[in-house]
């Protein structure tokens, strides 16, 4: 038989962790991947009377729906305190000030600090459940994120795919300012890869855009649609001209 683990033998999480998704989601990260979950029903009245997770190895947890002193009481074994991960989310979720899923961006921690490959599995885990949840300006966001990071990766085709996911989302949501970003990283996408065309009429779009929105980037991005538009005239002498 397994060793039982060290964790407390109270819960003080809600025994349904996946009601909140944010919780849930963080938790995942450091369960196994084969983890199960469910409730125990009464024998009687078939009514939920516990949840249990349980993983291969020999990991198990049951956690009563009736509390004890504003604690739940806690059944658990094995090599992985599968709880523990529960209650760690939910303290770094608190901690954090309880953010909703419009503020949770882990893939942007790992992004900023270099670590490409964490970035994207952080934003590809949150993609899934934005959509699950109906966040459509979260999924666009994450869509834009995705496109980020393989932009910087070099792979430019693959950046394209998502930011052309992004693009319609951003206008069936009417987020002005979020598809003038879109169309910004399309048109320096474009521009890397030299089809100045497709970047200068991304741009102009851009600048109309923030022109609407009364936008603080508005002359940055005029300027760069000049700077752009001279690019394509030195690079090509018979595109029009500025």
Same mark, same amino acid.
């Given at each position: 038989?397994?060793?039982?683990?060290?964790? #407390?033998?109270?819960?003080?999480?809600?025994?349904?962790?996946?009601?909140?998704?944010?919780?849930?989601?963080?938790?995942?990260?450091?369960?196994? %991947?084969?983890?199960?979950? =469910?409730?125990?029903?009464?024998?009687?009245?078939? &009514?939920?009377?516990?949840?249990?997770?349980?993983?291969?190895?020999?990991?198990?947890?049951?956690?009563?729906?009736?509390?004890?002193?504003?604690?739940?009481?806690?059944?658990?074994?094995?090599?992985? #305190?599968?709880?523990?991960?529960?209650?760690?989310?939910?303290? +770094?979720?608190? =901690?954090?000030?309880?953010?909703?899923?419009?503020?949770?961006? +882990?893939?942007?921690?790992?992004?900023?600090?270099?670590?490409?490959?964490?970035?994207?599995?952080?934003?590809?885990?949150?993609?899934?459940?934005? $959509?699950?949840?109906?966040?459509?300006?979260?999924?666009?966001?994450?869509?834009?994120?995705?496109? =980020?990071?393989?932009?910087? +990766?070099?792979?430019?085709?693959?950046?394209?795919?998502?930011?052309?996911?992004?693009?319609?989302?951003?206008? &069936?949501?009417?987020?002005?300012?979020?598809?003038?970003?879109? $169309?910004?990283?399309? %048109?320096?996408?474009?521009?890397?890869?030299?089809?100045?065309?497709? %970047?200068?009429?991304?741009?102009?779009?851009?600048?109309?855009?923030?022109?609407?929105?009364?936008?603080?980037?508005?002359?940055?991005?005029? %300027?760069?649609?000049?700077?752009?538009?001279?690019?394509?005239?030195?690079?090509?002498?018979?595109?029009?001209?500025?």
């Amino acid at each position: 038989m397994s060793p039982p683990s060290t964790s #407390p033998p109270a819960a003080t999480v809600d025994p349904q962790p996946w009601d909140n998704l944010v919780v849930w989601f963080l938790a995942q990260f450091h369960q196994p %991947a084969d983890l199960t979950f =469910g409730l125990t029903l009464h024998e009687v009245s078939h &009514e939920p009377v516990a949840t249990f997770l349980a993983a291969t190895g020999g990991s198990w947890c049951e956690i009563d729906h009736n509390t004890d002193g504003g604690h739940h009481q806690l059944r658990e074994a094995g090599p992985t #305190p599968l709880w523990r991960h529960i209650e760690d989310a939910h303290q +770094l979720w608190a =901690g954090a000030g309880r953010p909703g899923w419009e503020r949770l961006n +882990l893939g942007g921690v790992y992004d900023r600090i270099g670590q490409t490959q964490q970035a994207l599995h952080f934003y590809e885990q949150a993609l899934p459940i934005s $959509r699950e949840v109906g966040d459509r300006a979260g999924e666009a966001a994450t869509l834009n994120n995705l496109g =980020g990071v393989y932009d910087r +990766l070099g792979q430019t085709q693959q950046a394209l795919h998502f930011y052309e996911q992004a693009l319609p989302i951003s206008r &069936e949501v009417g987020d002005r300012a979020g598809e003038a970003g879109t $169309r910004y990283n399309l %048109a320096m996408v474009y521009r890397g890869r030299g089809e100045w065309d497709r %970047a200068v009429a991304e741009l102009e779009l851009v600048v109309d855009l923030d022109r609407q929105v009364e936008h603080l980037d508005l002359a940055s991005d005029t %300027a760069l649609l000049e700077q752009v538009r001279q690019e394509r005239a030195h690079s090509d002498p018979g595109s029009p001209g500025p």
